[in-house]
């Protein structure tokens, strides 16, 4: 997730006991050093094999696996076609399989609902591992419900094992795990680590902010950041808004720590 996924962050999930963490998206052709202590799975958007050999030369070693992103709906995704904007077939698969001839690791590729997603299953099945799926439209973004349904249906016809994705919380994903080898949480982590704790029976692990700020400030994450994170952890808790609202205003390290 774009803004959440940092590498603090995902540190703190792994704590909390989840079993893997994900990159948010990367382009092949971005020259910034990535921080992959985690050892997640790195994930890409592309619209071509252009940079791809070099950027998974570079980082084999350090992750545990790859993933080929056709899900993203973001209005950045549009404008340049990737994500769930790249709908021809000849490119994706010419992706995948320069993925594939650059890894022995996990490969994957997430998908959504659409009228491509069983193509795209044909040429997960050729080169992935697995496949992860969204069952919402592009259009639906993250609104309305999943196709759960649908996804059932996809899964039953997969020869690859299946990673389910969309509104996946801790009242849901045991029962999801029923029918799907892997769920994949996401907005239900925003601000709440703690919920991999909760599925994983890991007692150990207490929520903490202070928690996150200690690993932002090893790895030298700016200001802004550790703001955005700190606003989102407020969430749920009571007087949360009027909280919020007061933090705007929050200029150094030292103000955020004495509000939490």
Not at 192 to 208: D, G, M, V, Y
Request: hydrophobic share 35%; net charge positive; glycine share 6%.
């Amino acid at each position: 997730m774009e803004e959440i996924n940092d590498i603090a962050f995902r540190l703190l999930c792994k704590k909390a006991g989840a079993g893997l963490t994900y990159t948010p998206l990367s382009s092949p052709l971005n020259s910034k050093t990535l921080i992959l202590e985690d050892k997640p799975i790195l994930q890409i958007f592309a619209t071509s094999t252009k940079g791809i050999k070099e950027f998974m030369k570079k980082y084999d070693k350090k992750v545990s696996g790859w993933d080929f992103n056709l899900g993203c709906p973001s209005d950045l995704a549009k404008k340049h076609g990737f994500g769930a904007y790249l709908t021809d077939l000849k490119i994706i698969e010419s992706i995948v399989k320069e993925m594939r001839a650059n890894t022995k690791k996990s490969l994957s590729i997430k998908i959504r609902k659409s009228l491509l997603a069983y193509e795209c299953l044909k040429i997960a099945e050729k080169y992935c591992d697995i496949i992860a799926i969204h069952p919402r439209t592009r259009a639906q973004g993250y609104a309305g419900e999943p196709d759960l349904e649908w996804a059932k249906e996809f899964k039953s016809k997969s020869k690859i094992p299946v990673i389910y994705s969309g509104s996946v919380n801790e009242n849901n994903a045991k029962e999801l795990l029923k029918t799907f080898d892997y769920v994949m949480i996401g907005r239900a982590a925003i601000g709440h680590p703690e919920i991999f704790a909760k599925l994983t029976n890991n007692k150990r692990f207490k929520k903490s902010f202070r928690d996150y700020m200690k690993l932002a400030e090893k790895h030298k994450l700016p200001f802004r950041q550790i703001k955005f994170q700190a606003m989102q952890f407020t969430k749920g808790e009571r007087g949360s808004r009027k909280l919020r609202d007061s933090m705007y205003r929050l200029q150094t390290i030292e103000e955020i720590s004495q509000v939490f």
